[in-house]
């Protein structure tokens, strides 16, 4: 839901790191569950070198740089607008990874004489050979990335999921609250303690937080009498509580997964960059050797 913001981690409360979370406001429709497409996003890298152009080459684009990583949890009463639907990886990557297997693969097939002429340019088959192992790299590094994203996608579902059901308890409980402690004279302890009057806090910390203490405080005599006698008992406050826990466990688990993801783009375009350098090295020497060499036709894929 985009990976572009990324939570950032504040002061502890009660074991909770801050994050940008839905919004939450008492008694609202919770927000629609978003697609994997929605939520995907990536972190922020910096940019790479262009890649130098060659003489009748299909010269690979370069390394671009893409926006931050993690799911985006904003919701609540929002306006709802169109999401903006981005692919888990940018597509030049996949045709720069083309287009350097296309040249290698005319390299380690070339005839003569240009088989005979590369070991002079220092293409030699030992180098040929750690290029195609960095190409393979770089595909396993943009596949890594691709997991980490769809990982960190579904963390950020569950997790707002356990966030509806736990704000639809909570709202309940606080609409309960209002009905039994009514009077804002005579109930003033009970209702400053349940936050009655307070809006529903808009970050998932606060939201544990504050609404975990509502609830202990209502577990406490004379509130669980009162509260009992309009319904809401003390195994019902326990239910809520139970839902506060599942979600104080899936937000760790979109933390974790957000940090993996984070690692996991990083990793990439650093693999990328490398393989790149690499293959901007390459390019240059098969250029170098067609200059000098204008009777011999150029590999596939140069």
Do not use: C, W
């Not at 929002?78 to 720069?96: D, G, M």
């Not at 088959?125 to 750690?130: F, I, K, Q, S, V």
Request: charged share 25%; hydrophobic share 45%; aromatic share 4%.
């Amino acid at each position: 839901m985009k990976t572009n913001g990324v939570s950032t981690n504040h002061h502890k409360h009660n074991g909770k790191a801050n994050g940008h979370a839905a919004t939450l406001e008492a008694e609202v429709v919770v927000a629609p569950i978003p697609t994997l497409a929605d939520v995907v996003e990536s972190a922020p890298v910096a940019p790479a070198a262009p890649v130098e152009a060659a003489p009748a080459a299909n010269v690979a684009p370069p390394m671009a740089t893409e926006e931050s990583t993690g799911g985006d949890e904003s919701g609540g009463e929002a306006e709802q607008k169109t999401p903006v639907v981005r692919n888990l990886q940018p597509e030049r990557y996949y045709v720069f990874i083309g287009q350097s297997d296309n040249l290698l693969k005319g390299l380690a097939g070339a005839g003569e004489p240009m088989a005979s002429l590369l070991p002079s340019y220092g293409i030699t088959p030992e180098r040929l050979a750690a290029v195609i192992a960095q190409l393979e790299g770089s595909q396993g590094s943009i596949d890594t990335r691709t997991q980490a994203m769809l990982d960190e996608a579904r963390a950020v579902i569950d997790m707002q999921r356990a966030q509806g059901q736990a704000e639809i308890a909570f709202t309940n409980f606080r609409q309960v609250g209002r009905i039994v402690f009514g009077d804002k004279v005579a109930d003033r302890d009970a209702r400053l303690a349940l936050a009655l009057d307070l809006r529903i806090p808009t970050t998932i910390m606060l939201f544990l937080d504050k609404g975990r203490s509502a609830l202990a405080f209502a577990r406490q005599e004379p509130q669980i009498t009162r509260l009992a006698a309009a319904g809401f008992t003390a195994e019902r406050i326990d239910e809520t509580l139970a839902l506060f826990d599942a979600l104080d466990m899936l937000y760790d688990a979109r933390q974790a997964a957000q940090k993996v993801a984070k690692h996991a783009t990083r990793s990439r375009d650093t693999t990328l960059r490398d393989f790149e350098r690499v293959m901007r090295q390459l390019r240059a020497d098969v250029s170098a050797l067609l200059r000098a060499h204008p009777e011999v036709d150029a590999p596939v894929g140069f």
